[in-house]
């Protein structure tokens, strides 16, 4: 059972920024889709950013230049680069993994990070 752990979350002001991090238990990032989730309380779950097994990488509308999404596949991590911190995304973030982007909501999750911008 692969296991994900988030971690860099916190308390920061708008403008600030943060790192997200998501260790794997095992060997995952380099052979699977990985993505970042958020979801803040009373809305959905969003895909904030993803990138696949080859690289390619998608950002939401909401968070494109501000956000960059990477991996190091020799420490099994994910990462999220979060520049320009904004209130609204203030969020309990999540990391995901699977086979493949279609599939990564049905894929491996962590157990969440919480993020809060003030204003």
């Known amino acids: 059972q692969v296991q994900l752990v988030e971690s860099g979350g916190g308390l920061v002001q708008a403008g600030g920024f943060l790192r997200l991090s998501c260790a794997a238990s095992?060997?995952?990032?380099?052979?699977?889709?990985m993505g970042w989730y958020r979801q803040a309380p009373g809305k959905e779950r969003n895909l904030v950013a993803s990138?696949?097994?080859?690289?390619?990488?998608y950002y939401a509308d909401s968070v494109k230049g501000r956000f960059t999404i990477s991996r190091d596949n020799t420490k099994n991590t994910l990462y999220l680069q979060m520049n320009s911190l904004k209130p609204d995304d203030t969020a309990m973030y999540y990391c995901?993994?699977?086979?493949?982007?279609?599939?990564?909501?049905?894929?491996?999750w962590g157990q969440g990070t919480q993020v809060t911008v003030s204003s």
């Open positions: 995901a993994a699977s086979r493949t982007i279609a599939t990564l909501q049905r894929g491996y």
């Open positions: 095992e060997s995952i990032t380099s052979n699977n889709a």
């Open positions: 990138i696949s097994s080859a690289g390619s990488t």
